[in-house]
């Protein structure tokens, strides 16, 4: 059974920086695409970034392009996401997921597994 744990969330001040985990069990992780989401209060879930099963391609969204950098550890089965700059927008629950193939990113790429999302306020 593939179980995913994120952490690393909390509450934080405009400009401040935040890594997020991604803890995954159950699962091929090494072989696997990854991808983080988020869903802010009222709107709809939008992809973040993701990074190929071996950590050589990422994409990013155009919001978290410059500020935000996806990485794994396939050794620790975690993956990441440093955030800096943040802002009073980037407020969500964030959440990681894992795709059905090493390389596909895309923002619209299948993903079969996701975790219980941990949550990101950013103050003014």
């Known amino acids: 059974q593939v179980r995913l744990v994120e952490s690393g969330g909390g509450l934080v001040q405009a400009g401040d920086s935040l890594t997020l985990s991604c803890a995954v069990s159950?699962?091929?992780?090494?072989?696997?695409?990854m991808a983080w989401f988020r869903q802010a209060p009222g709107k709809e879930r939008e992809f973040v970034a993701a990074?190929?099963?071996?950590?050589?391609?990422?994409n990013y969204a155009a919001s978290a392009k410059g500020r935000f950098t996806i990485s794994r550890d396939n050794a620790e089965n975690t993956m990441y996401l440093q955030m800096t700059g943040l802002k009073p927008e980037d407020t969500a629950d964030y959440f990681c997921?894992?795709?059905?193939?090493?390389?596909?990113?895309?923002?619209?790429?299948?993903?079969?597994?996701w975790g219980q999302g941990t949550q990101v306020t950013v103050s003014s």
């Open positions: 997921a894992m795709g059905r193939s090493g390389a596909a990113i895309s923002s619209l790429s299948p993903y079969d597994y």
């Open positions: 990074i190929s099963w071996s950590g050589r391609s990422t």
């Open positions: 159950g699962g091929t992780f090494r072989n696997i695409a």
